[in-house]
RNA sequence: GCCCUUGUAGCUCAGCUGGUAGAGCAAUUGAUUUGUAAUCAAUAGGUCCGCGGUUCGAAUCCGUGCGGGGGCACCA
């Protein structure tokens, strides 16, 4: 006789054994039409479930975000069978949701193609059609491996025996085809919709393990209704609009090219953009008292290895061999050669914490398939620090590089940043005992944020431990920018010391930031944040003076000197072609401001605005105009 | 690095089953002197990514290298 609580608190009491269905139509006939799923105290079970004791209960629909994962759950099955339906060699591994959508790996010898795709995507709406009925059965482990390698399905043979020996084996019936689930799952084909499509294939190793062989993975996305399915890919293709790589070649910001693969060419707007950031970190990291050093791009093997670069790092680092075999290389980090700077002179606890940072660019080897436009490359410039600080300095100087970074990613319009915390990787130099007191210095700041954050296990620095921020962009995309990382390593490592209180010689601790990361990846973000239309003060061309004919050139000219003398950056388009086209270009290549010059301008001594994305016009005097806009030109009128 | 996919004019792309390449935009020249998203016309532009092979003949088919894209693995 169980009794059921349901989330309003209210009580349901049955005579004899239910299922969940059974409670949803006691309560309406509506939701027992609706449901998909059911929590039995917390847990999710499917709607045929048998409640055999008193419990709570909640019936979730294609509205909660649990009845549409096991919709997309549900959709992953349907594509494993529709696929085995049609390409009988294929084995079936595994197939979880995911943001969005699901994935489910293969095993097959020929590849699928886009055309095997549709096949298998109407193959999966038939399967809805048939309604199958969904049946759940619990098997012995024995029973169940046995089974499956008779089958021929020798991944899945390996996943139950990977099963804790304490968990049920379940096995999902949708009529002959079956498959090992944790489940729940709809209670039959039919339930899921045909709010799916699959999108692309892909490699992928199996059990995520590149020592492993390759599956083929398909991937796919599934809503609640058709509405929802458009809307999702209709976002993905206001993603594509915003594409870094797409746009940097439209506003002509960048190009990359065969002879240097992961490493970008500047062109003169996006290096202007490159310089413009730079110049507002320098003012930032001024403000907050940080020495600005430079140091060499190649160094000698030998500092390398002291470091332990060269042992753990090694894999991802440019060397070179001069001509009398001398081996340099080429510096994939900045730290060692601040260390280096530190060790020149004797320094005094009086000094610390002492923040010395640098425009640093550096190399790494990144493996060919990592690129990925500005966002992943081989040569990039980090706004890179080190502080040099004692033990009892590191919380409070960790609080202070936050505020900062918090700062300056609100002034470029990210508001919304996480943090990760990383601590000690295998591969990694120092003792315990070192990596203790560092990742529970750094733990601490952590916490003094009241960031939210999370915990990524053994994915520091191979020195020390690290936080990123990550920040959420204008669509809702998650970007790793910034990282501060506390070393008790490298310090001792290159013999860095500074004298404390009572004369004695201390090793110093330094902690590792960059707040934009790096300037590459920064900039690829930024563009995709603003869909190519940034703010005025960081447009790198902010206005485009445009003569309404040949006669106004030298008027154009002269209004164009002068917005250069104000500081802000501006271009005369003299070419003999008529307004509109000049305003189509240059609101295509996202100008913020487009200035028109013609006989009443030059009467009056005053410009036409035309802002980016408005066809207002605006008269002003063109001392007034270079007085407001000049003043708009600073990150704070963000 | 691995799997799949892709590489044609400055850009975006067409070129069916093999018969030495085409469009739009951009560029150049000429005409037009224009008031808020493409004025008109003419001209010029290409070792069809590189190398090898099959073939009487390769942009097209095969192999291989390099680059790009989507993932995986790796990561700022």
């Known amino acids: ?261 992961g490493s970008v060419f500047w062109h003169e707007k996006g290096w202007a953009l490159f310089q413009k950031l730079i110049d507002y970190m320098r003012m930032k990291q001024d403000i907050a008292g940080y020495k600005e050093i430079n140091t060499p791009e190649v160094l000698d093997r030998t500092l390398w290895e002291k470091s332990g670069h060269w042992e753990k790092f090694g894999a991802n680092m440019y060397t070179s061999t001069t001509p009398d075999e001398k081996v340099f290389a080429i510096k994939p980090m900045n730290c060692p050669g601040c260390i280096e700077v530190f060790n020149q002179g004797l320094k005094s606890y009086k000094d610390l914490p002492l923040k010395m940072s640098e425009f640093g660019k550096v190399h790494r080897y990144e493996p060919s398939g990592a690129l990925h436009g500005l966002l992943r490359v081989r040569a990039f410039t980090q706004d890179d620090a080190h502080i040099f600080c004692t033990e009892d300095q590191i919380t409070k100087e960790c609080l202070i590089v936050t505020n900062l970074i918090l700062e300056i990613y609100k002034d470029l319009g990210f508001e919304d940043v996480i943090l990760k915390y990383s601590d000690r990787p295998n591969l990694r130099v120092g003792d315990d005992n070192v990596w203790d007191k560092a990742e529970t210095a750094l733990l601490e700041a952590v916490k003094a944020t009241k960031l939210e954050y999370s915990i990524n296990k053994g994915e520091g620095a191979f020195y020390g431990p690290k936080i990123e921020f990550v920040l959420r962009d204008a669509i809702g995309r998650d970007w790793q920018c910034g990282t501060l990382q506390v070393d008790f390593n490298l310090p001792s490592r290159l013999s860095a010391s500074y004298v404390d209180k009572d004369g004695s010689k201390k090793v110093p601790v330094m902690l590792h930031r960059a707040l934009f990361g790096s300037l590459e990846r920064f ?116």
């Not at 013609?598 to 007034?624: A, F, P, Y």
Request: glycine share 6%; with cysteine; aromatic share 8%.
């Open 1 to 261: 006789m169980p009794i059921i609580t349901l989330p309003d608190g209210n009580n349901l009491k049955f005579q004899n054994n239910v299922t969940g269905i059974e409670v949803a139509e006691k309560i309406s006939k509506s939701l027992a039409k609706q449901a998909l799923v059911i929590a039995v105290d917390g847990e999710l079970k499917d709607l045929n479930f048998i409640i055999n004791k008193d419990c709570t209960v909640k019936i979730f629909t294609s509205k909660n975000e649990e009845g549409l994962e096991t919709i997309r759950h549900d959709t992953a099955h349907i594509l494993a069978m529709a696929v085995q339906e049609l390409f009988q060699e294929t084995q079936v591994t595994i197939g979880p949701v995911i943001e969005n959508g699901f994935y489910y790996d293969f095993a097959r010898k020929e590849p699928f193609t886009e055309d095997d795709l549709k096949k298998i995507e109407e193959k999966m709406k038939e399967i809805v059609d048939r309604d199958v009925i969904t049946k759940r059965e619990v098997w012995s482990r024995d029973k169940a491996i046995k089974h499956f390698k008779k089958k021929g399905e020798v991944y899945k043979a390996q996943l139950i025996e990977s099963i804790p020996d304490r968990e049920e084996v379940s096995i999902y019936f949708h009529g002959e085809w079956h498959d090992l689930c944790r489940g729940p799952h709809l209670s039959s084909t039919g339930k899921i919709g045909k709010f799916f499509k699959l999108t692309k294939v892909a490699g992928a190793y199996w059990r995520g393990d590149s020592d492993n062989e390759m599956l083929q993975r398909i991937y796919g996305t599934s809503w609640a209704s058709q509405k929802d399915l458009d809307d999702y890919l209709k976002r993905i293709e206001e993603a594509e609009k915003r594409d870094h790589r797409k746009l940097g070649k439209e506003m002509d910001l960048f190009h990359f090219r065969e002879e240097s693969p």
């Open 523 to 638: 900039i690829g973000i930024l563009i995709e944040n603003y869909a190519g239309k940034f703010p005025f003060w960081i447009s790198p061309l902010q206005i485009v003076v445009i003569p309404i004919t040949e006669e106004f050139d030298d008027y154009a000219i002269q209004v164009s000197k002068k917005i250069k003398k104000a500081g802000m950056s501006s271009h005369v388009d003299l070419k003999k072609h008529n307004l509109n086209n000049k305003i189509k270009e240059h609101s295509l290549a996202k100008i913020p401001l487009l200035l028109i010059c013609g006989k009443k301008e030059v009467d009056s001594n005053s410009v036409t605005i035309r802002k980016l994305d408005s066809n207002k016009q605006e008269n002003m005097d063109l001392d007034l105009f270079l007085k407001t806009f000049s003043a708009l030109n600073k990150a704070s009128s963000n």
